[in-house]
């Protein structure tokens, strides 16, 4: 029997464009048999274009609803975040200091001969659409992929650059280049309470030979780290899966964040995040470049790199295709580069 109502939770999260379209298609059709459907979605312009009417939720109060013909996507942002659209990013700090990390001819199965530099205090943002290779780069950069051919240098802070030799995530993260992973569950978090998490990228300063030598440091640090990223949580003891996606995304954060990276990537760093968590994630991003990090964004929203990021490098099937200021260029740009169109 043929269900009347159908809940689908943020059901485009791992989904291509094409694959998309084609769950719309799906829906079309059930509705069109008189099937109800409810969307959740942090995808706004999704939610415009599929739905009739729109219902907003705020730490877990009903803040609004109507319908979607009398709203738009600025309306809907205030309600979510309780403050004005403009006010999501926070402003760049117009500084940019020597290269932390500079990358030659970088290879690996989808990317072919990137170069790239990265300045201490800037925000860099990689464009283009699913398969196009950004998200190889950043994790061939971390050590979590291994790159076929290429060269990458980092920075030591007075204008000199040594070759990284070191392979693997761990020998990575000792020269100062940490990744934030894209897919926080399978990647960023173990099935286990808050401290265990929040330290999982620091147990050498808690431990000894294996074995915990000081908790009351590990439960000071992950108190710390909480208040800082401002997780919201009963207490540290807390299961991290029983808490809501921004929070986890926030536990991810401080995993790295203790790391104090001198190189920060970030692989869709507000992918299923509400409104609101994601302007607290900006200014955590650019609180980091502002202390001094190189920090590389990939994403698949463009309006996000626009707001966030200091330059955008847009990928066309493996290659770079145009490098764009953010604080000028438009999202129509950024897209035409993505499918492949000239680039600046």
Not at 112 to 139: P, Q, T, W
Not at 175 to 201: F, H, K, M, Y
Request: a neutral charge; charged letters at 25%.
């Amino acid at each position: 029997q043929e269900a009347r109502v159908l809940i689908l939770d943020e059901p485009t999260a791992a989904l291509t464009d094409h694959e998309t379209r084609q769950l719309f298609a799906a829906m079309d059709r059930l509705r069109a048999r008189g099937v109800a459907i409810i969307y959740v979605s942090h995808r706004l312009e999704e939610v415009l274009e599929v739905c009739s009417t729109y219902t907003i939720l705020r730490n877990g109060e009903r803040v609004t609803e109507g319908r979607i013909a009398e709203t738009d996507i600025p309306s809907i942002i205030t309600a979510m975040a309780g403050r004005p659209v403009d006010t999501m990013f926070p402003p760049r700090t117009g500084h940019r200091g020597h290269v932390a990390l500079e990358v030659r001819g970088l290879t690996g199965r989808r990317a072919h001969d990137i170069d790239l530099d990265l300045h201490s205090g800037e925000i860099v943002g990689i464009a283009g659409l699913a398969g196009s290779g950004r998200s190889e780069i950043v994790r061939m950069l971390a050590g979590a992929q291994s790159m076929l051919r290429g060269s990458i240098r980092i920075g030591d802070g007075d204008d000199r650059l040594r070759e990284v030799s070191t392979t693997g995530v761990a020998g990575r993260q000792s020269l100062g280049i940490a990744l934030v992973p894209q897919e926080r569950r399978a990647d960023g978090l173990v099935p286990d309470s808050i401290e265990t998490n929040v330290n999982l990228s620091t147990l050498p300063r808690h431990t000894r030979l294996r074995w915990v030598t000081s908790r009351s440091k590990s439960r000071r640090h992950a108190d710390e780290m909480r208040a800082q990223l401002d997780i919201r949580s009963r207490h540290i003891a807390q299961p991290v899966l029983t808490l809501s996606g921004g929070n986890q995304q926030k536990v991810v954060l401080a995993r790295f964040w203790s790391l104090a990276p001198r190189v920060l990537l970030l692989d869709e760093p507000t992918r299923g995040v509400d409104v609101g968590t994601k302007s607290e994630i900006y200014g955590l991003i650019r609180q980091r470049a502002s202390e001094g990090a190189a920090v590389l964004v990939v994403s698949s929203e463009l309006n996000e790199l626009r707001g966030l990021c200091d330059r955008i490098v847009v990928m066309h099937e493996g290659r770079r295709n145009g490098e764009f200021d953010a604080s000028t260029s438009s999202e129509d740009e950024l897209l035409a580069a993505c499918y492949g169109r000239t680039g600046s």
